[in-house]
Nanobody
Framework: QYQLVESGGGLVQPGGSLRVSCAAS????????IGWFRQAPGKEREGVSC???????YYADSVKGRFTISRDNAKNTVYLQMTSLKPEDTAVYYC???????????????WGQGTQVTVSS
């Protein structure tokens, strides 16, 4: 059974940093492409970042230079380090696993439940 569990969301001030985590069970994360997505109130879900099975990384233009995706194979966990956060980064952040090893921007076949990130003073 594929399961993804996000954690690490919270309230942060503009300009601050936060790291969200995506822990997998039932499968090995590094066999698949793993993406981070977000959905703000009243908006459609959008792709934020993706890491392929081979370690290639991709970012949406809106987060390039500010967000970094990484994977810890020993912990079977993917992280999204977010810096220089802006109020417009406020959203529920989801991780998604693609059954294919390469990033198909922006698709996923299995989803976590999401974690709320709020950027506000």
């Amino acid at each position: 059974q594929y399961q993804l569990v996000e954690s690490g969301g919270g309230l942060v001030q503009p300009g601050g940093s936060l790291r969200v985590s995506c822990a997998a069970s039932g499968f090995t994360l590094d066999d698949y492409a793993i993406g981070w997505f977000r959905q703000a109130p009243g908006k459609e879900r959008e792709g934020v970042s993706c890491i392929s099975s081979g370690g290639s990384t991709y970012y949406a233009d809106s987060v390039k230079g500010r967000f970094t995706i990484s994977r810890d194979n020993a912990k079977n966990t993917v992280y999204l380090q977010m810096t220089s956060l802006k109020p417009e980064d406020t959203a529920v952040y989801y991780c998604g696993a693609d059954v294919l090893p390469n990033c198909r921007l922006w698709q996923a076949d299995y989803w976590g439940q999401g974690t709320q990130v709020t950027v506000s003073s």
